[in-house]
Each structure stands twice: as C-alpha cells, then as structure tokens.
C-alpha cells in the first residue's frame, strides 16, 4: 500500500512496485481543507496508473497531532517541524493500520532515504540523493512502521524521477514539488497562526548590550538565526539569538555570536528502540544542515547533551538534532536548550 498524493514521487513510486510485481493500493489521507486539491490529484494519479485508491479523513487526528502543535511551538518562542510529528503519529501510523485492516504486506512512500534489514532489525539510512535526503524526517519512525515500509525511490535522483514520469505519459511529471506546510495554502504561517489561534502580541528587542532597542510584532513572526525583516537599525548587522516566550522578549546577537557549541535533547528516540549511549557521532541541526562531528552523551529522563567539535550556526529551540553514525539514522531528539 503506498502513500499517494499525485506527485511524481508518489506516482513513480506506484510505478516502480507494479514493475517489481507487487500487487499494489494506493491511499490518500485527507489531513485538513487545505488538501482537498491533494485528494483529487491522488485520484488522477491512481486512474492513469490502474490501481485501486482508498482515502481517509484524518483530519481530528492532523489537527490534534500536528497543527495544534505547530501553533503552540510558535506560540512558546520555538521551532517546529510538523512532518516530524507527522510521520509517527499520523501518516505512517494510517499506512500501516490501512494495511493491516485491508491485507497488504507492505506499505511504501516516496521519500528519498534508504533500508536495510541487518540480524532481525531495521536500519533507515540516508538516501543516494544527497540533495533529496529526507532521512533526517523519518528519524521517530519505529520498527513497527519500518520493518513494513519499502522506498523505491531510495537509489534515485529527482531529475531521474521525473524523467520516470514523463515517460508514462502522467501529468505529475512536471507538477512542483510540495509546499514546505501542507495545511497552510499561502506559506503564511504566521498569519495562519493568529487567525485560528490568536494575535500574538508586541514585546521589545533587546540589543546585543541587554538594552531594548525597538519593538517586535509579535514572536511567532521570528525565528531563531533570523536576520532581515527586523526593522532593527543599531549600524550594524544583528541576528535573532533568543526568543523568550515567557518575557516576550527577542534578544539579539552581533554577527559571530549566533553559534552554539552544545544542545540539550528532550524526547530522544532511537531507531533501534534501545536508549542512546555515549558515543561520538554526527549531528544534523535542521534538515538542510550538514552534518557536523558531535559527542552524544545521555542524560536522564530521555534527554542527552550533544557537544558539537564546531559551534553550530542558529541551532532554535524546539527543532530536532538527528544523530548519525555514517549514513545510518541512530536517533534524535527535539533542542530544548542551547549554550
């Protein structure tokens, strides 16, 4: 059974698994109003590639999961990601209940990263695309989700993808990529945030020497490494360094002084589903980043301080670090500290 949303890797990934000989669903979740176009373009790709689609509405459970989440991260001055919250709590989880009520063996999706299946257990690595890797999105998967999941598109390039496509005749081949907030139309999401949650109130700046030097808009407006935008004129560059919900204050940083050299994780989790150990490791700050050397070391109550070999540029609150040992997803946690 695979993920379909009527983008070409979803419909290449379809393709890819008929040839390979499985007998293949597709399902589609409808996840807020803003997917409505999603659903539809799932039934297109489904009818052009001959298989059978199954929806579901997740809408409480997305709202529940993910969008209430999200608003209240912004809400606390942090950094969210929904498609990490997402892919265990929803996305996947449906995957595989789906195809647990239907019958399916499997399930698949089109995201580019890879699987190995080594002594009884299941190892995610990062995909062959190095610009595609979307690893670091699926480090809270278990191996519940990943000794059922398949991803044909593990060993291809984007530009191979759509290639794929275009040769079946879909429309998907030249249909973008998807928006970086599924729910959110118009990539606004803070005026999404104040509309169904509230207006986020004024508060002062605080310059690089503790004194207020202006007044922000509203904290869910910034974030953390943030430099343009500020309407801040000190006569020289400043950054976002801090935000501070419970003041309702963004402290501000000359530039040089954005850099942390260690994190505290909260919610770690591993891929193996044993705790973290100490070890020496590699650490993504946030999905684009590359990987930097780190030292792991674990602390109670599912928490762990990662010390990196070299300051790391705007690590914010509430983003994931997700740890390396080569290719191979250890495990991660949300920032809940940074010095």
């Known amino acids: 059974m695979v993920a379909l949303s009527g983008g070409v890797d979803s419909t290449v990934c379809v393709h890819l698994l008929k040839e390979q000989g499985y007998t293949v669903a597709g399902l589609v979740l409808k996840m807020s109003p803003a997917h409505e176009d999603t659903v539809k373009a799932a039934q297109e790709s489904a ?42 709590t929803v996305k996947f989880k449906t995957l595989v209940d789906t195809a647990d009520e239907l019958g399916y063996d499997w399930i698949a ?17 990062k995909g062959d695309s190095a610009k595609r890797d979307q690893s670091y999105m699926l480090y809270r998967l278990d191996q519940r989700i990943l000794s059922r999941l398949l991803f044909p598109l593990a060993e291809l ?20 990529d998807s928006q970086e907030n599924c729910f959110i139309e118009d990539n606004d999401y803070a005026g999404y945030i104040e509309r169904h949650y509230g207006k986020s109130a004024q508060g002062d700046f605080i310059s690089p020497e503790g004194m207020p030097c202006g007044k922000h808009n509203g904290i869910i ?37 954005e850099y942390f050299s260690k994190v505290i994780l909260e919610q770690t989790t591993t891929v ?41 540029r705007a690590t914010a609150k509430g983003q994931s670090v997700v ?14 500290a940074c010095e």
């Open 47 to 88: 009818d052009s590639l001959g298989i059978r689609l199954y929806v579901r509405d997740m809408t409480a459970e997305f709202q529940k999961n993910v969008i209430d989440y999200f608003a209240g991260e912004y809400r606390n001055g942090r950094t969210p990601n929904p498609c990490i919250i997402c892919n265990p």
């Open 109 to 125: 999706t089109g995201h580019y990263a890879k699987l190995e299946r080594r002594n009884g257990e299941v190892l995610l690595k």
């Open 157 to 176: 390039e984007k530009d191979e993808v759509r290639a794929i496509a275009a040769r079946l005749g879909v429309s998907a081949a030249s249909k973008p």
């Open 221 to 257: 407006h910034y974030t953390v490494g943030q430099r343009k935008g500020l309407g801040i004129a000190l006569g020289r560059p400043v950054f976002i360094r801090e935000i501070d919900a419970k003041t309702n204050r963004i402290y501000l940083a000359d530039s040089g002084n």
């Open 272 to 312: 193996s589903g044993r705790p973290l150990e100490h070890a020496k490791l590699q650490a993504k700050i946030r999905s684009m980043a590359i990987p930097c050397d780190a030292e792991v070391l674990p602390l109670a109550d599912h928490r762990a301080e990662v010390r990196f070999d070299q300051p790391q």
């Open 323 to 336: 740890l390396y040992d080569g290719d191979i997803v250890v495990g991660g946690g949300f920032i809940a």
